[in-house]
């Protein structure tokens, strides 16, 4: 399976902006479908957006369609979460994930991922 580290999170006021980079490792990044999602404390973790092996299919959460943005460098085996005019409510633990994919699919849902990283926190304040 592939390893994920993120990094990028940090503190940041609200209408601010932040990317988020998840590198890969140990596995053919090209072949993975790729997804961010978000968890705070008591919540189940949610589904942010998704890209998928080419990059050129993206899908995104109602919540952050228009101000974020998902994007890949297969070259360089990263993800990217370009995160503007970021609210309150976006505070959080952001993870990326991977799962290998033979078509040049989008995955949603959490469980359809069997690759997770470690989470990096993202704080927005007032």
């Known amino acids: 399976q592939v390893q994920l580290v993120e990094s990028g999170g940090g503190l940041v006021q609200a209408g601010g902006s932040l990317r988020l980079s998840c590198a890969a490792s140990g596995g053919t990044f090209s072949r993975y479908s790729m997804g961010w999602f978000r968890q705070v404390p008591g919540k189940e973790r949610e589904f942010v957006g998704t890209?998928?092996?080419?990059?050129?299919?993206?899908r995104y959460a109602d919540s952050v369609k228009g101000r974020f943005t998902i994007s890949r460098d297969n070259a360089k085996n990263t993800v990217y979460l370009e995160m503007n005019s970021l609210k309150l409510e976006d505070t959080a633990v952001y993870y990326c994930a991977a799962d290998y994919s033979v078509f040049d699919t989008m995955l949603i849902t959490a469980n359809a991922y069997a690759s997770w990283g470690q989470g990096t926190q993202v704080t927005v304040s007032s």
């Open positions: 890209i998928s092996r080419s990059g050129i299919n993206r």
